[in-house]
């Protein structure tokens, strides 16, 4: 039985599918069940709570073979990013008591720096939180998602690709996130190890190539725009994030742009992604085709 946390999003949905597909019995931690229904029609065993409760944590430990954990994304964290101590808390807690056999973190490239990193400060402040933890921990530093560019898929339709990446043609590291679900499955089930280890996991591609990608599957002839530096607050209320509250956003990508998401950090290991950009993009035209049609 293996513990998957955020079981309802993409990494932690794709470490389940490909946990079930090796015939492993997975258990996953939830807050709404009506949410986890497939999963429970898999044979997904779920137990009710999340990450802000630390007993239900450890209650959903209680007797695994291995632990999947992550951190919720949060676009505009507080100033102190007290969201991810609050979880991070929680996590230490419940895994001191419990002491499964093996852990793996989600994590990000850039993990290893103390400052410039924005939202993905509190994985940063996980990886440290988590060293004295007895059991055997790797830590998945995945780069860049490119799902982060199936907004492309409407909004290149004229040929543009609006990125925060500045230059387009400079390389950072990036991957899907099926391709993070299947590494943390192999760490889970492969062999044991003992102490920490670092997975660096993810291949250099720049925006230029994730735009040409895009190009393939919309059959158009799509470039990439940097856009102005002072346009990205803008940009970011465009996604989502509260106006006044894009700094930690703004930050993260200013360091990917300066090399924090390049491979090659001293003592770790690299695994490199399998899926392209354009597999990504062509599942997603392809959900979306089959939805309207069944609509």
């Excluded at 060293?131 to 560019?149: C, D, K, M, Q």
């Excluded at 492969?190 to 997975?199: L, M, N």
């Amino acid at each position: 039985m293996y513990l998957v946390m955020g079981i309802t999003g993409k990494v932690g949905g794709a470490t389940a599918r490909h946990l079930l597909e090796q015939g492993n019995k997975v258990r996953a931690l939830v807050r709404d069940r009506a949410k986890a229904t497939k999963w429970a029609d898999q044979g997904v065993e779920l137990v009710e709570g999340d990450w802000n409760d630390a007993t239900a944590i450890t209650t959903a430990l209680k007797g695994v073979e291995g632990a999947f954990v992550m951190l919720p994304a949060v676009w505009a964290p507080s100033p102190d990013f007290r969201e991810a101590k609050g979880v991070i808390a929680n996590y230490v807690e419940a895994l001191t008591y419990t002491v499964p056999p093996r852990v793996v973190a989600l994590s990000s490239m850039g993990a290893d720096r103390t400052s410039g990193l924005g939202m993905i400060t509190g994985l940063a402040l996980l990886e440290q939180s988590f060293r004295n933890l007895s059991s055997p921990v790797a830590y998945v530093r995945a780069g860049g998602f490119f799902e982060n560019f199936l907004f492309g898929l409407q909004a290149a339709q004229g040929g543009t690709l609006p990125v925060f990446y500045n230059p387009t043609n400079r390389k950072s590291t990036m991957v899907a996130s099926d391709d993070i679900g299947a590494e943390v499955a192999t760490l889970l089930t492969g062999p044991a190890w003992s102490g920490q280890r670092v997975i660096e996991l993810g291949s250099m591609v720049s925006a230029d190539e994730v735009a040409a990608e895009l190009g393939e599957v919309l059959k158009l002839d799509v470039k990439a725009f940097a856009l102005p530096r002072a346009a990205w607050a803008d940009a970011f209320q465009q996604f989502g994030v509260p106006k006044g509250h894009t700094g930690a956003a703004e930050e993260l990508y200013e360091g990917v742009n300066v090399g924090s998401m390049d491979l090659g950090v001293a003592g770790t290991e690299h695994v490199a992604g399998k899926t392209s950009a354009r597999e990504v993009f062509a599942a997603a035209q392809n959900a979306a085709k089959a939805k309207a049609q069944a609509n």
